[in-house]
């Protein structure tokens, strides 16, 4: 091995080093966000939990609870809620964390696609789990209460169950949302064109209801209120699109070229 090939790879386990390292500090940052919101927050942890609760407790029948089968569940389900909370408020600070590793690595036309894409993913996955909560969990638990009254069957959830439930439910629309982020990034990064979605538009409604159904409770009604928003929201991302088509003028700048 010569001197310059081994000056050349002490220098690649230099930078390999130090990219570690630098990716252990901003997960201690994206981590202490999170403990730190969740430190101030842990205090109304019984209030989150109920009104994280809320649109069961308001379509159960009169006298009817939720139910603890657990004996820390009392405890440990609404420390989880918390938790869950906080990482949504501290998902700035994360999503910082992220963009700061890997911006040095982008093109420059990446560097301005990302950020506008970042808060627009931000919000859009708000957006979805508020979808969830103000408009799909109240109809659902209604429509159930409904349908469990004629067979003389009382409606108890237990908390740990709920709260899987709502986990799973606010995940389905929270990723569901981001459709129209999903359709401009593969338009922007020419891995398909416009045509090409318009083409495919009848395989994708028929892949939102079997998403939704696979991912939603086993009843049409919530099958309906995720795969109809998922279609619409194609449609959103294609109209977006429109604006972050690649040009033939575009041209591609390397990392530093520029500095």
């Known amino acids: 091995m010569t001197e310059n090939q081994s000056t050349e790879d002490s220098g690649l386990q230099e930078s390999f080093l130090s990219h570690l390292f630098e990716l252990r500090d901003r997960i201690i940052k994206a981590s202490a966000a999170i403990l730190l919101a969740f ?62 590793f890997i911006a040095p690595g982008l093109y420059l036309h990446e560097r301005r696609l990302i950020l506008p894409l970042v808060i627009s993913s931000y919000a859009l996955f708000i957006v979805g789990m508020s979808f969830a909560y103000f408009l799909v969990f109240p109809t659902v638990f209604r429509f159930m209460a409904h349908y469990n009254a004629p067979l003389g069957a009382e409606m108890s959830t237990d908390i740990d169950n709920y709260l899987s439930f709502a986990m799973t439910t606010f995940l389905a629309f929270g990723i569901t949302f981001e459709v129209p ?79």
Not at 228 to 237: A, K, N, Q
Request: a negative charge; proline letters at 9%; aromatic letters at 10%.
């Open 39 to 100: 430190v101030c927050l842990v205090y109304w942890a019984p209030d989150i939990f109920h009104l994280f609760a809320q649109p069961l407790l308001e379509a159960l029948p009169a006298g009817g609870k939720m139910i603890v089968t657990d004996v820390t569940g009392s405890f440990f389900v609404p420390m989880k809620v918390t938790m869950l909370v906080a990482f949504l408020i501290a998902l700035p600070v994360v999503m910082y964390q992220l963009w700061a």
């Open 181 to 259: 982020v999903v359709v401009v990034v593969l338009v922007r990064m020419g891995m398909v064109s416009l045509a090409k979605l318009k083409e495919i538009r009848p395989y994708v409604v028929v892949g939102a209801f079997i998403v939704a159904a696979v991912v939603t409770p086993p009843d049409v009604l919530s099958q309906l209120l995720l795969a109809v928003p998922m279609v619409l929201l194609y449609e959103l991302g294609i109209l977006v699109a429109r604006f972050y088509a690649p040009k033939p003028s575009d041209e591609e700048e390397i990392p530093g070229a520029n500095s």
